[in-house]
């Protein structure tokens, strides 16, 4: 089974307008830790924003945030008044707490978000 | 500036040739990555060391070397074993400060196979 989907292949949005780009986790952990990247055109992963299991608020960063609904294992990243610059790939990414010998990312396979003027 | 530095930008490799792909960080942490990415794809985990002189393989180490003699360096070797090399390769950092680690990323080497 898939440890991270991103159901979205692409997405579109409006300059200005708020988007959620879809992530859903399967981990039988208690403890796990949630990342989103942005990849730009250039290809370098960038990150965002962190989500641990046991934070009890949702994470913000900036025009960024995580709506973490933990007994659903969803991690929606919303991205608020989006800018032409936010045009790039997104992708979610897990840790999982049982894994702290190896501590490497799962990352699921992105969703491609495309801005319009 | 701290940051993760990756060389070259672009690679090509000719038949039965290894080729190594160059991963330097000056942010001080003790864990380095090497991540495989093929097209529409997410990140693949191919090798990780946390400590100088010791790496462990990830999910698709098969074709690929790595060697960790300094702290700041994780150079990747992709050898004539591995068929289907054509990717790009991120290399990336972290702390080992616990579940909140967070791993930064160097710009990337594209391989192509002539």
């Known amino acids: 089974a898939q440890k991270i989907t991103q159901t979205q292949p692409g997405m579109f949005v409006q300059e200005k307008e708020a988007v959620t780009l879809d992530c859903t986790y399967d981990?039988?952990?208690?403890?796990?830790?949630l990342f989103w990247y942005k990849q730009p055109s250039s290809g370098e992963m960038i990150f965002l924003i962190y989500?641990?299991?046991?934070?009890?608020q949702n994470a913000t960063e900036g025009r960024y945030s995580l709506n973490f609904q933990k007994a659903r294992k969803s991690a929606n990243l919303v991205i608020s008044a989006s800018q032409l610059g936010d045009s790039a790939m997104y992708f979610c990414?897990?840790?999982?707490?049982?894994?702290?010998?190896?501590?490497?990312?799962?990352f699921g396979s992105g969703t491609r978000l495309q801005v319009q003027p | 500036d701290g940051g993760i530095t990756q060389s070259p930008k672009y690679l090509f490799r000719k038949e039965g040739q290894n080729v190594t792909l160059s991963c330097e960080q000056n942010?001080?942490?003790?864990?380095m990555y090497w991540y495989r990415q093929d097209p529409g794809q997410g990140l693949r985990l191919i090798y990780y060391?946390?400590?100088?002189?010791?790496?462990q393989k990830g999910d698709i180490a098969e074709g690929y070397s790595v060697s960790r003699e300094k702290k700041e360096s994780f150079p990747l070797t992709v050898t004539s074993a591995q068929k289907n090399p054509t990717a790009f390769y991120l290399c990336?950092?972290?702390?080992?400060?616990?579940?909140?680690?967070?791993?930064?990323f160097g710009p990337g080497t594209r391989l192509l196979v002539l």
């Open positions: 990336a950092s972290s702390t080992l400060a616990g579940a909140m680690e967070t791993q930064y």
């Open positions: 981990t039988s952990d208690q403890s796990y830790g």
């Open positions: 989500q641990g299991s046991y934070d009890e």
């Open positions: 990414a897990m840790r999982e707490g049982k894994d702290t010998g190896r501590r490497a990312l799962t």
């Open positions: 942010l001080n942490h003790d864990a």
């Open positions: 060391s946390q400590i100088v002189n010791d790496f």
